[in-house]
Each structure stands twice: as C-alpha cells, then as structure tokens.
C-alpha cells in the first residue's frame, strides 16, 4: 500500500546514498565485520589499487574460523591457519583497525562477539564476509553475508552498490510445545519453505513466538536465514532487544541513548504494508527437530521415522547419511555430539543443555563436545558453574572459535562418524572428510550426549 513501509524498508531507506534510476541503490555500511578467512584477499585487492581503507573504525575483526580451541595462549601449530591470523593481525595493524586476537577477553565468533559487545544495534546496515551475518538481524538491523569482492568495496567506500531484494515475512504464532527451542522453530520453518524458498528474499519473522523469543534465541532464527537461500532475516526491535543492548560496552550511553531509542521504537512494519510473500505457522505443530539428510531442509521431528526420498538428491543425501526410508532415528548409533558454532555458542544455550545434564552422564561411547562462542561466554560459563556440571558429565570444555562446525581446525569428526551438532550446516564433510552431521538443539544434543541415541522426550 501506499506509504506503508516494513520494518526492512525503513532501516533500508535510511541507509541511501544514492539510487541509479531503474537500476541498483549505494547503501551505507554501518558496521563491517571482519575474520581471518575472507578479508585477506580483500585486502590485498585495495592494497593492488593503491586504496586506504575509508572508515577504519566502523570496521571490528577477530580470529574465529581456523583457530584451535586449547592451547590458545600458544602459538598457532597448523602452519596455515597460524598465517592466515598472523594475516589478518597484520592487515589490522597496518589500517588501524581494532582486532580481537586470540587471548583477547573478546575474542570469539564474529557472530557472537558483536552483538555481545553492544556493537550490533537496532537499525543499523551490518555486513561481513560471512553468509551467517544475517544472525545480526535479530536485533532489527538489516544484516547480510558478502563476498570478498564486495568487502574490498566496502574497505574503500564503506558503500555497497545494492539491488534492493523482495520482502517476505513468516509469522509463527501460538504456543510452542514442551522441550522446543529456537533451533527448533527455524528447523522446521526451513523443512516447510526449502532451502530455496528464500531466495531473492529478506526476510521478517514475526508473531507472538519471536516476541516472546529471548535475544539469543532471536540469534539462532535469524542465523539461519540464509539456509533458506533468503539475504537475510529481521525481528523487529522491542524491549528485550533495548534490555539486551543497554549497557553492553559499545552501546550509546545517555543523552545518545535516549535519541537511538526514540528511534529504534519506530522501526517495525507498518500494520498495512504489503509482503512479496508471506508464510504463516502454527507454533503447536513444532516440536523438537532434527536433520536426517545433507541440506539444512531435509528436516523432521525427533519423533519420525526417516522419510521417503523425493528425488535423486535426497536419495544421495540418505546415502552419504548412511540412512534407510523407514528406519527410526533411534538406530542411529551417535557417538559424537557438538554444542557449539554461532547458532548455538551463547550462554543461554550452555545453561539449556547444563540444566539437563545437570547430574547425569554422558553415554560411554559418545565425545561431547562444548565450545563456547566467545571468551565472555567461556567466562560466564565458569561463574556460573556450568563448567562442573559439563565435566562431571564426561563432557570436554574447548576455548572460543567456529571449531567443528566446519572443522578448519584439528576438532573433525571421524569419517562415517554421526555427530549431533548445534550448528547450522550438515553438508557433505562439512565437520570433517565423510562425517554425518545431525542437526539439533542444544537441549536435544544434551539428551543424544546421555543417551548416546536419538528419542523422543518423555512429556
Ligand atoms: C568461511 C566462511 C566464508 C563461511 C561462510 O560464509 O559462511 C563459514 O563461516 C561457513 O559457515 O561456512
Ligand atoms: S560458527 Fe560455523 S557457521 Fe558460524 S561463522 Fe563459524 S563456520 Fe560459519
């Protein structure tokens, strides 16, 4: 309708610079991430054209991807991951640009960091070279994934030359059932829409299950945007997003916190405007998911049997997955579990799956696995004593870092191996050469740990 501006239009808007006629808008970055694995390359292209770079302190960067999670006080053994930070500490230095290093009390996964440190902010434009930077969006910002060519662009002009894409919005309202998790709900949305159903789209969440979703939770939605194929995912700004940010170390203090806020209130979809697609849910119809195939989409209720293949991808998928159509998820012999990566890394996730190990023990054969998503979250789980419970339990506490979510480190899972994990990408050796990932909750993976199998939770 006419007027009527979404939440992702109005935060859009804002940021114009300049619009070509009929063709793409330069849009302003507020915030620019940076890790080890994408930026160097960037960096040596302006380097190559004789380029500064122009806003040096919009820009924050840490080392997330290849890091080992021990010894992190020691230098870097693998010899190319140990050059790729040694890179980017390098890089930093020499543009003036603030770094979180290892050893850093800031370090972590650039996902986790940013928002923890009060840098994400409602309304702003957030980018990184990295597809999971839509998990920004939870706060109301428009967040996306970029690639390296664009990061050089971004470097030079703190601009981006953009097509604005289509909207969509998926509502979820209702009451979700027992036992089921943010992972969850996105589980199931991306095993109704596709893995391209996204496509083209940005995408707003919306409905009482998001309002009455924590921050964190919030993260783990919005982070998993992209495996839907959309740019990214918003939630609109509330009084869990201001309570969230108030105080954080870069959140704007007094007067300046005032005027953001009396800003940020305004940014929410007009009650009339008009979708390119839409997608409502029942929320009584989730309940705790997990994958059984190679994309993100191929996902069930932990309550299934393995479905039927639809077509000769899937085929493939339960083939490389080692998985029969009919077979219950209870055979599924697991003896790997990871709680960890920028989906699942925040403290609230570690108190989730804490509180259900909580004087229990993991199964004998299963290596659990728990990697805090940042350094404060490391911190935070050793005051408040969760470090004890996981120990007890047989489970191995690591250092900060993306670790076995995709396994550029030494954390990889056997070949042939099934490993639950709380990330957000089961490809084919995405945790290591022919590992089977299942993707879960935090909650469900604390339950696979102990009972070394996949069921269904006792209501
Ligand atoms: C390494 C990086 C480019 C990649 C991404 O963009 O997402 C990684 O973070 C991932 O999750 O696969
Ligand atoms: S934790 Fe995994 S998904 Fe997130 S940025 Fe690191 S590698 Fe990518």
């Not at 960096?43 to 500064?52: I, T, W, Y």
């Not at 009455?212 to 959309?230: H, L, P, Q």
């Not at 049997?305 to 012999?333: R, T, V």
Request: hydrophobic residues 35%; charged residues 25%.
């Amino acid at each position: 309708m006419n007027g009527t501006k979404t939440l992702f239009d109005k935060v859009w808007d804002a940021h114009v610079v300049e619009t070509i006629p009929d063709g793409p808008q330069i849009i302003y970055i507020d915030k620019h991430l940076i890790h080890e694995v994408t930026s160097p390359q960037a960096f040596a292209e302006l380097e190559s054209r004789n380029l500064e770079v122009f806003r040096p302190k919009q820009i924050v960067a840490t080392a997330d991807h290849n890091v080992p999670t021990w010894d992190q006080d020691k230098p870097i053994r693998d010899e190319s991951s140990r050059n790729q930070v040694q890179q980017l500490t390098e890089n930093c230095k020499k543009n003036n640009i603030k770094l979180y290093d290892l050893g850093h009390p800031y370090q972590g996964i650039v996902h986790i960091i940013a928002p923890e440190l009060g840098i994400t902010q409602p309304g702003m434009s957030i980018v990184c070279g990295d597809s999971h930077t839509s998990t920004h969006g939870a706060f109301g910002s428009i967040a996306f994934g970029i690639g390296t060519s664009q990061v050089a662009q971004v470097f030079a002009s703190q601009c981006l030359l953009l097509n604005k894409p289509k909207s969509m919005r998926i509502t979820v309202n209702g009451q979700l059932n027992k036992n089921v998790q943010p992972k969850d709900v996105i589980l199931y949305i991306i095993s109704k829409v596709g893995t391209d159903g996204g496509t083209g789209y940005f995408c707003e969440y919306a409905g009482n299950v998001f309002e009455e979703m924590s921050m964190e939770g919030r993260m783990t939605v919005c982070n998993m945007s992209i495996e839907m194929g959309a740019r990214g995912g918003m939630i609109a700004p509330d009084e869990t997003t201001f309570n969230y940010v108030k105080g954080r170390k870069f959140a704007p203090k007094g007067e300046e916190w005032e005027e953001k806020l009396e800003y940020w209130k305004t940014l929410k979809s007009d009650e009339e405007a008009v979708f390119d697609a839409e997608f409502s849910f029942d929320a009584s119809e989730i309940y705790p998911m997990v994958t059984y195939g190679t994309n993100p989409g191929m996902g069930i209720s932990i309550s299934q049997n393995i479905p039927d293949p639809q077509n000769d991808s899937e085929e493939k998928a339960l083939k490389y997955m080692g998985l029969k159509a009919g077979q219950a998820l209870a055979d599924i012999k697991v003896n790997y579990i990871f709680i960890g990566s920028c989906t699942n890394a925040r403290i609230e996730d570690f108190r989730s799956a804490a509180n259900y190990i909580k004087g229990k023990r993991k199964s004998e054969h299963v290596h659990a696995l728990i990697v805090p998503g940042s350094q404060q979250v490391a911190k935070q789980i050793y005051e408040e004593g969760l470090d004890k419970i996981f120990t007890e339990a047989g489970f191995q506490i690591r250092q900060p870092g993306c670790s076995a979510c995709l396994a550029m480190n030494d954390d990889k899972i056997p070949e042939g191996e099934y490993c639950v994990s709380t990330s957000n990408r089961n490809f084919e050796g995405r945790q290591g050469q022919g590992a089977r990932t299942i993707l879960a909750s935090p909650l469900t993976a604390a339950k696979v740990a102990v009972e070394g199998k996949i069921s269904a939770f006792e209501n």
